[in-house]
Protein backbone atom coordinates (compact mmCIF):
# COMPACT_ATOMS: atom_id res chain seq x y z
CA UNK A 1 0.00 0.00 0.00
CA UNK A 2 0.81 3.96 -0.19
CA UNK A 3 0.55 5.06 2.86
CA UNK A 4 1.19 8.48 4.10
CA UNK A 5 3.15 9.59 7.43
CA UNK A 6 2.81 12.94 8.28
CA UNK A 7 5.14 13.89 10.91
CA UNK A 8 7.49 11.32 10.31
CA UNK A 9 10.42 13.01 11.21
CA UNK A 10 9.45 12.96 14.96
CA UNK A 11 9.85 10.60 17.66
CA UNK A 12 6.60 8.30 17.10
CA UNK A 13 5.98 8.71 13.53
CA UNK A 14 9.62 7.65 12.50
CA UNK A 15 9.22 4.68 14.26
CA UNK A 16 6.04 3.99 12.79
CA UNK A 17 7.67 4.38 9.26
CA UNK A 18 10.06 2.08 9.62
CA UNK A 19 7.96 -0.62 10.91
CA UNK A 20 5.52 0.62 7.25
CA UNK A 21 8.71 0.04 5.49
CA UNK A 22 9.94 -3.49 6.88
CA UNK A 23 5.99 -4.42 6.19
CA UNK A 24 6.98 -3.72 2.59
CA UNK A 25 5.17 -0.35 1.79
CA UNK A 26 5.44 2.61 0.03
CA UNK A 27 5.94 5.00 2.52
CA UNK A 28 5.77 9.11 1.90
CA UNK A 29 6.10 11.26 4.46
CA UNK A 30 5.70 14.82 5.17
CA UNK A 31 7.40 17.23 7.95
CA UNK A 32 7.90 20.86 8.37
CA UNK A 33 11.28 19.40 10.47
CA UNK A 34 9.63 21.97 13.55
CA UNK A 35 10.56 19.43 16.34
CA UNK A 36 11.35 16.45 14.03
CA UNK A 37 14.99 15.65 12.64
CA UNK A 38 15.53 14.75 9.06
CA UNK A 39 17.95 12.38 10.28
CA UNK A 40 15.28 10.41 11.93
CA UNK A 41 13.73 9.75 8.43
CA UNK A 42 14.01 7.13 6.59
CA UNK A 43 16.10 6.90 3.63
CA UNK A 44 13.72 4.50 1.98
CA UNK A 45 10.62 6.79 2.63
CA UNK A 46 10.20 9.28 0.13
CA UNK A 47 10.31 12.67 2.15
CA UNK A 48 8.62 16.23 1.46
CA UNK A 49 9.79 19.04 4.11
CA UNK A 50 6.32 20.61 4.05
CA UNK A 51 3.56 22.31 6.64
CA UNK A 52 1.04 20.76 7.04
CA UNK A 53 -1.14 23.49 6.28
CA UNK A 54 0.27 24.07 3.05
CA UNK A 55 -1.95 24.26 0.05
CA UNK A 56 0.64 22.10 -1.76
CA UNK A 57 -0.24 19.28 0.30
CA UNK A 58 -3.36 18.65 -2.03
CA UNK A 59 -0.74 18.05 -4.78
CA UNK A 60 1.36 15.68 -3.25
CA UNK A 61 -1.89 13.28 -2.72
CA UNK A 62 -2.40 14.17 -6.50
CA UNK A 63 0.45 12.47 -7.15
CA UNK A 64 1.37 9.71 -4.65
CA UNK A 65 -2.18 7.54 -4.86
CA UNK A 66 -2.26 7.40 -0.88
CA UNK A 67 -4.24 4.56 0.55
CA UNK A 68 -3.46 5.14 3.65
CA UNK A 69 -3.04 8.23 6.17
CA UNK A 70 -1.16 7.63 9.41
CA UNK A 71 -1.21 11.24 10.99
CA UNK A 72 1.41 12.26 13.91
CA UNK A 73 2.15 15.79 12.73
CA UNK A 74 1.27 18.25 15.48
CA UNK A 75 2.09 20.51 17.92
CA UNK A 76 2.11 18.68 20.94
CA UNK A 77 3.40 21.27 23.47
CA UNK A 78 0.26 21.16 26.07
CA UNK A 79 1.79 24.16 28.00
CA UNK A 80 3.11 26.10 24.36
CA UNK A 81 -0.88 25.25 23.27
CA UNK A 82 -1.88 27.51 26.61
CA UNK A 83 0.44 30.27 25.69
CA UNK A 84 -0.92 30.48 22.57
CA UNK A 85 -3.87 28.54 21.61
CA UNK A 86 -4.27 30.17 18.08
CA UNK A 87 -1.10 28.90 16.85
CA UNK A 88 -1.56 25.51 18.46
CA UNK A 89 -5.10 25.17 16.57
CA UNK A 90 -4.11 26.65 13.51
CA UNK A 91 -1.27 23.24 13.29
CA UNK A 92 -3.79 21.00 14.95
CA UNK A 93 -6.96 21.90 13.87
CA UNK A 94 -6.67 23.62 10.75
CA UNK A 95 -3.42 21.77 9.53
CA UNK A 96 -5.90 18.04 10.06
CA UNK A 97 -8.91 19.46 8.21
CA UNK A 98 -6.06 20.54 5.26
CA UNK A 99 -5.55 16.97 5.54
CA UNK A 100 -8.82 15.62 5.45
CA UNK A 101 -10.16 17.33 2.61
CA UNK A 102 -7.05 16.34 0.37
CA UNK A 103 -7.40 12.65 1.63
CA UNK A 104 -11.42 12.91 0.71
CA UNK A 105 -10.70 14.29 -2.39
CA UNK A 106 -8.40 11.82 -3.33
CA UNK A 107 -10.13 8.90 -2.12
CA UNK A 108 -7.59 7.61 0.90
CA UNK A 109 -9.36 4.68 2.45
CA UNK A 110 -8.67 5.39 6.04
CA UNK A 111 -6.99 7.86 8.48
CA UNK A 112 -5.42 6.42 11.63
CA UNK A 113 -4.81 9.77 13.73
CA UNK A 114 -2.57 10.05 16.50
CA UNK A 115 -5.31 11.64 19.45
CA UNK A 116 -4.44 11.75 23.39
CA UNK A 117 -5.78 9.99 26.16
CA UNK A 118 -3.43 11.97 28.60
CA UNK A 119 -5.36 15.28 27.66
CA UNK A 120 -8.27 14.12 26.62
CA UNK A 121 -10.04 13.20 29.20
CA UNK A 122 -9.06 15.50 31.71
CA UNK A 123 -8.98 15.26 35.12
CA UNK A 124 -10.27 11.72 35.69
CA UNK A 125 -13.75 10.48 37.36
CA UNK A 126 -12.35 6.51 37.58
CA UNK A 127 -9.38 4.86 36.96
CA UNK A 128 -8.13 4.09 34.57
CA UNK A 129 -10.16 5.43 32.00
CA UNK A 130 -12.04 3.97 29.37
CA UNK A 131 -13.06 5.15 26.19
CA UNK A 132 -16.50 6.46 27.37
CA UNK A 133 -14.51 8.53 30.07
CA UNK A 134 -16.34 11.97 29.96
CA UNK A 135 -14.18 14.43 27.77
CA UNK A 136 -13.28 17.09 29.46
CA UNK A 137 -9.52 18.43 28.00
CA UNK A 138 -8.12 21.04 29.96
CA UNK A 139 -5.62 22.80 27.71
CA UNK A 140 -6.08 23.83 23.81
CA UNK A 141 -3.79 20.79 22.87
CA UNK A 142 -6.75 18.31 24.10
CA UNK A 143 -9.08 20.51 22.57
CA UNK A 144 -7.41 20.57 19.49
CA UNK A 145 -7.61 16.58 19.45
CA UNK A 146 -10.74 16.33 20.62
CA UNK A 147 -12.05 18.70 17.58
CA UNK A 148 -10.30 16.32 15.39
CA UNK A 149 -11.97 13.64 16.74
CA UNK A 150 -15.30 15.21 15.22
CA UNK A 151 -13.80 15.39 12.26
CA UNK A 152 -12.79 12.44 11.55
CA UNK A 153 -16.46 11.61 12.50
CA UNK A 154 -18.14 14.28 10.28
CA UNK A 155 -15.27 13.11 7.16
CA UNK A 156 -16.45 9.10 7.60
CA UNK A 157 -20.70 9.96 7.88
CA UNK A 158 -20.39 12.40 5.21
CA UNK A 159 -17.28 11.39 2.63
CA UNK A 160 -17.53 7.56 3.68
CA UNK A 161 -13.78 8.20 4.55
CA UNK A 162 -12.98 5.62 7.49
CA UNK A 163 -10.95 6.55 10.73
CA UNK A 164 -9.29 5.46 14.17
CA UNK A 165 -8.19 7.57 16.53
CA UNK A 166 -5.54 6.31 19.13
CA UNK A 167 -5.43 8.28 22.20
CA UNK A 168 -2.23 7.28 23.88
CA UNK A 169 -0.68 7.91 26.84
CA UNK A 170 2.50 9.07 27.70
CA UNK A 171 4.70 7.37 24.84
CA UNK A 172 8.17 7.33 25.49
CA UNK A 173 11.54 5.71 23.89
CA UNK A 174 14.47 6.20 22.10
CA UNK A 175 14.29 9.10 19.55
CA UNK A 176 12.00 11.00 22.14
CA UNK A 177 12.91 14.79 22.15
CA UNK A 178 14.68 15.38 25.24
CA UNK A 179 15.11 19.06 24.82
CA UNK A 180 11.45 20.38 24.88
CA UNK A 181 9.09 20.17 27.74
CA UNK A 182 7.12 16.94 27.04
CA UNK A 183 8.31 13.61 27.76
CA UNK A 184 9.80 13.38 31.14
CA UNK A 185 11.61 9.66 30.48
CA UNK A 186 13.74 11.56 27.79
CA UNK A 187 14.47 14.55 29.66
CA UNK A 188 15.36 12.70 32.61
CA UNK A 189 17.64 10.60 31.27
CA UNK A 190 19.49 13.09 29.12
CA UNK A 191 20.06 14.91 31.74
CA UNK A 192 21.46 11.96 34.54
CA UNK A 193 23.62 10.86 31.67
CA UNK A 194 25.10 14.43 31.56
CA UNK A 195 25.39 14.96 35.38
CA UNK A 196 22.90 17.67 35.09
CA UNK A 197 20.26 17.98 37.79
CA UNK A 198 16.42 17.22 36.88
CA UNK A 199 13.78 19.02 38.29
CA UNK A 200 10.03 16.86 39.65
CA UNK A 201 7.61 19.92 39.37
CA UNK A 202 5.81 19.45 43.02
CA UNK A 203 5.80 16.85 45.13
CA UNK A 204 6.43 14.16 42.14
CA UNK A 205 3.61 12.37 43.27
CA UNK A 206 1.55 12.89 39.58
CA UNK A 207 1.01 10.00 38.30
CA UNK A 208 0.90 8.75 34.53
CA UNK A 209 0.58 5.95 32.30
CA UNK A 210 3.71 5.38 30.48
CA UNK A 211 3.53 3.13 27.24
CA UNK A 212 6.99 2.39 25.13
CA UNK A 213 6.73 3.35 21.38
CA UNK A 214 6.90 -0.23 19.70
CA UNK A 215 3.91 -1.01 21.56
CA UNK A 216 2.14 2.06 20.28
CA UNK A 217 3.94 1.39 16.62
CA UNK A 218 1.84 -1.79 16.86
CA UNK A 219 -1.25 -0.20 17.45
CA UNK A 220 -0.73 1.48 14.75
CA UNK A 221 -0.36 -1.09 12.18
CA UNK A 222 -3.28 -2.80 13.71
CA UNK A 223 -5.64 0.16 13.20
CA UNK A 224 -4.47 0.29 9.43
CA UNK A 225 -6.07 -3.04 9.03
CA UNK A 226 -8.94 -2.24 11.28
CA UNK A 227 -12.40 -2.83 9.71
CA UNK A 228 -14.57 -0.04 11.36
CA UNK A 229 -14.15 3.68 12.46
CA UNK A 230 -13.16 3.57 16.35
CA UNK A 231 -11.66 5.42 19.06
CA UNK A 232 -8.92 3.35 21.37
CA UNK A 233 -7.54 3.97 24.32
CA UNK A 234 -3.24 2.93 23.75
CA UNK A 235 -1.86 2.76 27.28
CA UNK A 236 -0.70 0.12 29.86
CA UNK A 237 -3.51 0.53 32.67
CA UNK A 238 -0.35 0.92 35.18
CA UNK A 239 0.40 4.41 36.76
CA UNK A 240 3.76 5.41 37.55
CA UNK A 241 4.77 8.45 39.65
CA UNK A 242 7.26 10.76 38.52
CA UNK A 243 9.13 10.18 41.59
CA UNK A 244 9.10 6.51 41.09
CA UNK A 245 10.27 7.17 37.02
CA UNK A 246 13.45 9.83 38.73
CA UNK A 247 14.30 6.50 41.29
CA UNK A 248 14.51 3.47 38.17
CA UNK A 249 16.26 5.86 35.66
CA UNK A 250 19.10 7.12 38.22
CA UNK A 251 19.98 3.08 39.37
CA UNK A 252 19.64 2.42 35.63
CA UNK A 253 21.96 4.91 34.68
CA UNK A 254 24.17 4.58 37.91
CA UNK A 255 23.99 8.28 38.98
CA UNK A 256 24.46 9.53 42.42
CA UNK A 257 22.20 12.82 42.18
CA UNK A 258 19.18 13.20 44.87
CA UNK A 259 15.43 14.20 43.66
CA UNK A 260 14.95 17.96 43.88
CA UNK A 261 11.79 19.40 44.13
CA UNK A 262 10.71 22.68 42.24
CA UNK A 263 7.38 24.49 42.05
CA UNK A 264 4.11 22.31 40.73
CA UNK A 265 3.23 23.18 37.33
CA UNK A 266 -0.22 25.35 37.45
CA UNK A 267 -3.01 23.49 36.52
CA UNK A 268 -0.99 19.97 35.81
CA UNK A 269 -3.07 16.97 35.96
CA UNK A 270 -2.33 15.06 39.18
CA UNK A 271 -3.62 11.10 38.04
CA UNK A 272 -3.64 9.68 34.19
CA UNK A 273 -4.53 6.18 33.28
CA UNK A 274 -5.87 4.63 30.37
CA UNK A 275 -7.56 1.11 30.05
CA UNK A 276 -6.68 -0.63 27.21
CA UNK A 277 -9.73 -3.30 27.67
CA UNK A 278 -11.52 -2.36 24.18
CA UNK A 279 -8.12 -2.24 22.00
CA UNK A 280 -7.43 -5.81 23.54
CA UNK A 281 -11.00 -6.95 22.82
CA UNK A 282 -11.20 -5.19 19.08
CA UNK A 283 -7.72 -5.74 17.77
CA UNK A 284 -6.13 -7.87 20.19
CA UNK A 285 -3.85 -5.59 21.06
CA UNK A 286 -1.98 -5.40 24.81
CA UNK A 287 1.35 -3.38 25.96
CA UNK A 288 4.38 -5.74 25.63
CA UNK A 289 7.00 -4.05 27.10
CA UNK A 290 7.20 -3.49 30.96
CA UNK A 291 8.21 -0.20 32.25
CA UNK A 292 11.87 -1.71 33.14
CA UNK A 293 12.30 -3.14 29.62
CA UNK A 294 11.36 0.14 27.93
CA UNK A 295 13.43 2.53 30.28
CA UNK A 296 16.19 -0.08 29.81
CA UNK A 297 16.23 0.35 26.00
CA UNK A 298 14.85 4.37 26.16
CA UNK A 299 18.46 4.51 28.70
CA UNK A 300 20.76 2.47 26.12
CA UNK A 301 19.74 4.85 23.18
CA UNK A 302 20.57 7.89 24.79
CA UNK A 303 24.20 6.63 26.13
CA UNK A 304 24.88 5.84 22.29
CA UNK A 305 23.55 9.20 21.46
CA UNK A 306 25.65 11.05 23.67
CA UNK A 307 28.89 9.50 22.68
CA UNK A 308 27.90 10.14 18.76
P1 LIG B 1 7.24 14.91 17.77
O1 LIG B 1 7.28 16.38 18.07
O2 LIG B 1 8.49 14.14 17.84
O3 LIG B 1 6.54 14.65 16.37
C1 LIG B 1 5.69 15.57 15.74
C2 LIG B 1 6.21 15.79 14.34
O4 LIG B 1 5.31 16.67 13.65
C3 LIG B 1 7.59 16.46 14.32
O5 LIG B 1 8.46 15.74 13.48
C4 LIG B 1 7.30 17.87 13.77
O6 LIG B 1 8.41 18.38 13.02
C5 LIG B 1 6.07 17.62 12.92
N1 LIG B 1 5.24 18.82 12.74
C6 LIG B 1 4.85 19.70 13.69
N2 LIG B 1 4.12 20.69 13.13
C7 LIG B 1 4.02 20.41 11.80
C8 LIG B 1 3.41 21.04 10.70
N3 LIG B 1 2.72 22.18 10.84
N4 LIG B 1 3.53 20.48 9.47
C9 LIG B 1 4.24 19.33 9.31
N5 LIG B 1 4.86 18.68 10.30
C10 LIG B 1 4.75 19.22 11.56
O7 LIG B 1 6.14 14.31 18.81
P2 LIG B 1 5.67 12.81 19.07
O8 LIG B 1 5.82 12.58 20.52
O9 LIG B 1 6.29 11.88 18.10
O10 LIG B 1 4.12 12.92 18.76
C11 LIG B 1 3.54 12.44 17.56
C12 LIG B 1 2.04 12.56 17.67
O11 LIG B 1 1.55 11.78 18.77
C13 LIG B 1 1.54 13.98 17.90
O12 LIG B 1 0.36 14.17 17.14
C14 LIG B 1 1.21 14.00 19.37
O13 LIG B 1 0.21 14.94 19.67
C15 LIG B 1 0.73 12.58 19.59
N6 LIG B 1 0.86 12.14 20.97
C16 LIG B 1 2.10 11.97 21.51
C17 LIG B 1 2.19 11.55 22.84
C18 LIG B 1 3.53 11.32 23.50
O14 LIG B 1 3.56 10.91 24.66
N7 LIG B 1 4.65 11.54 22.83
C19 LIG B 1 1.04 11.32 23.59
C20 LIG B 1 -0.21 11.53 22.99
C21 LIG B 1 -0.28 11.92 21.68
Redesign the pocket.
Known amino acids: MNILV??????????VVDKCLSEGHRVIV????????VE?VNPQAIFHK?????ADLAVIFAREAIDIVI???????VRRSVEDPVFDA???IL?SINLLEAARRNRVRKVV???????IYGEQDYFPADESHPLRPLSP?GIS?LAVEKYLYFYYRVYGLTFVA???????GP???SE?E??VIAIFTRKLLHGEQPVINGDGNQTRDY?Y?SD?VRANMLAVHHPSPDFFNVGTGKETTVNTLFDSLRKLIGSALKPVHGPAKKGEQLRSVLSYEHMRGSCNWEPLVRLDEGLQKTVEFFRREKTR
Open positions: TGGAGFIGSHIDDLSTGKNLDLRSHHAAQMDSVNGFASTGGAYKLRYANVYRQNGAGVVV
